[in-house]
C-alpha cells in the first residue's frame, strides 16, 4: 500500500515546480524551525511566554519520543535506499524513516497552535499537512512513516495542551494567608 500511494503522488504531481515547492515546504520541518519560529513569535511579539514554552516543550518532547527512542527501535529503512525508482528528491537523511520526526513534531506544535484557536489553529493544521505531504513526495517517507509521526505528533501535543490548560489553572504566584 506504501508503494502504491507513493507511485501515485509521483505520477499525479511530481514536476520540477512542485518539488521546489515541496522542498521549501520540508525545509520549514527542518530541526522544528517553524515552530520554534512560532515559539519566538508567540514570546517577543504576543509576550505570550505559556504558549512559547509549551510550543517549545512539544517539540523536544517529540523529537525525543520519536528520534532518540522509536526511530532506533525499528529502525527501518527509508524509501529511497530500498526503491531505486523512488530517488530522495532532496539530500539523503541517514536517519531512520520510521515514524517520520518532521511529521511528529509538526503535529505535536499544530496541536498547541489549535489550542490557541483563531487563525493559529489553521495556520498550524495546514503546515503541520503540508510537510507531511512534503516528506512522501520527496520519498524520505514511507505514507505510514507519515501517519505514524502524525500519531505521535497528536499524543505529545495532546499531553502538552493538558498540561498548558492545567498551568492555566494555578494561581500566578502565592499571596500570603492574612
Known amino acids: 500500500m506504501d508503494l502504491t500511494i507513493m507511485h501515485w503522488i509521483t505520477q499525479a504531481f511530481q514536476s520540477p515546480a512542485m518539488t521546489a515547492v515541496m522542498r521549501f515546504i520540508t525545509g520549514w520541518g527542518n530541526l522544528g524551525a517553524l515552530w520554534i519560529g512560532f515559539a519566538f513569535y508567540f514570546y517577543f511579539i504576543k509576550k505570550d511566554r505559556r504558549t512559547a514554552a509549551f510550543l517549545l516543550l512539544a517539540v523536544v518532547l517529540t523529537w525525543t519520543l520519536?528520534?532518540?527512542?522509536?526511530?532506533?527501535?525499528?529502525?527501518?529503512?527509508?524509501?529511497?535506499?530500498?526503491h531505486a525508482e523512488l530517488p530522495a528528491l532532496i539530500s539523503q537523511?541517514?536517519?531512520s524513516s520510521f515514524p517520520s520526526g518532521h511529521t511528529?513534531?509538526?503535529?505535536?506544535?499544530?496541536?498547541?497552535?489549535?489550542?490557541?484557536?483563531?487563525l493559529y489553529r489553521w495556520?498550524?493544521?495546514?503546515?503541520?499537512?503540508?510537510?507531511?505531504f512534503s516528506r512522501i513526495y520527496l520519498h524520505v517517507h514511507y505514507?505510514?512513516?507519515v501517519l505514524a509521526g502524525c500519531l505521535v505528533g497528536i499524543c505529545v501535543g495532546a499531553l502538552c495542551v493538558k498540561l498548558m490548560k492545567q498551568h492555566r489553572l494555578k494561581p500566578a504566584h502565592d499571596t500570603p494567608e492574612k
Open 123 to 132: 495556520l498550524g493544521l495546514g503546515s503541520a499537512v503540508l510537510i507531511a
Open 66 to 82: 520519536n528520534d532518540l527512542l522509536i526511530k532506533q527501535l525499528v529502525d527501518r529503512p527509508r524509501p529511497f535506499m530500498t
Open 104 to 118: 511528529a513534531t509538526s503535529f505535536a506544535a499544530m496541536m498547541i497552535l489549535f489550542a490557541c484557536g483563531g
Open 93 to 95: 537523511p541517514t536517519s
Open 143 to 145: 505514507p505510514s512513516d
